[in-house]
């Protein structure tokens, strides 16, 4: 017969089973950016600036950890691993892979974030799958995956640069019309993720793509 203190013990251990989230519950999110004070504002760097948005929404804390920022956001039995690399944007993928592994997430949970210079600006696109477009955080992802079959959720930056200026538009600071738009946009954006772990990646598609 188990002591008192060894079933409290057996409860608890039980109680913490039940804690621990299934693989088919948990996601990956990753917002892509660079990290650095002087990145912190550019447009290259929404994808890190969607997470902050919805972290903050959420009264979330990320805390430094292999390869990146990380915090946990919790929504309907669904448990959101929100990341952001410390790699720098060139090599995303050595921390997008780890944290798949790490937390044992199906490739088919992970979402990431980035931004798009194809799109106009503040244009919401979610896809399945398709090239790096030329982006060298999306590029270094496809090669550490081995695949381009892995969803993505585009953010519009616009294509509004001079010739021979792309560099520094992607690395610029979002200009005053900007500025005044991007909180609705990052509020739909945060429903995107939440859509995504809860309704799934098609119905999220058919919800908010181009909205």
Known sequence: MLSFFGRILSRKSKEDSKEEVSPMKKFLIVGLGNIGPKYHNTRHNIGFKVL???????????????LGEVTTYKFKGRSF???K???????????VNYWLQKEKIPLEHLLVITDDLNLPFGTLRVKTKGSDGGHNGLKDIQVQLGTTQYNRFRFGISDEFSKGRQVDYVLG??????T????????????????????????????????
């Open 85 to 95: 690399p410390s790699t720098y944007m060139n090599l995303s993928g050595k921390a």
């Open 81 to 83: 691993i929100l990341l």
């Open 180 to 211: 005044k738009k991007l909180p609705e946009r990052l509020d739909k954006s945060a429903e995107i993720i939440r859509s995504f772990g809860t309704a799934g990646i098609n119905n999220t598609m058919n919800t908010f793509n181009g909205k």
């Open 173 to 178: 600071e979002w200009d005053e019309e900007e």
């Open 52 to 66: 902050d948005h919805l972290a903050a929404k959420e009264d979330l804390t990320f805390e430094s950890q292999k």
